[in-house]
C-alpha cells in the first residue's frame, strides 16, 4: 500500500508574476506580432515578425529570415 507524504503531496502552481508563452510556428503569426525564440524571455529578445519570411530583432533592428515551420513562442 502506498505512503501519503503530505509535506510533499502539495500543489506547486507558478508564480503569480510568471509569464506564460504558448507555442506556434512562425507561419502561424501575423505580420507585425511580436514573438521570441524560447519560452524563457531573459534568455532571448523580442522579435517582430516584418514578412512572411523575416522578423526583426527588436534589440539589434536586424532582420533574419525565417522557416514557416520554425518554433516560437508568443506571450499569453
Do not use: C
Request: aromatic share 12%; glycine share 6%; net charge neutral.
Amino acid at each position: 500500500m502506498p505512503n501519503n507524504n503530505q509535506v510533499n503531496d502539495r500543489y506547486n502552481p507558478a508564480g503569480v508574476n510568471s509569464v506564460d508563452f504558448e507555442e506556434f510556428q512562425f507561419g502561424e503569426l501575423e505580420v507585425g506580432e511580436l514573438f521570441w525564440q524560447t519560452n524563457r524571455p531573459e534568455e532571448s529578445n523580442p522579435w517582430r515578425k516584418e514578412n512572411q519570411t523575416q522578423g526583426k530583432n527588436l534589440k539589434t533592428q536586424k532582420l533574419h529570415n525565417f522557416n514557416l515551420k520554425t518554433k516560437v513562442f508568443q506571450k499569453i
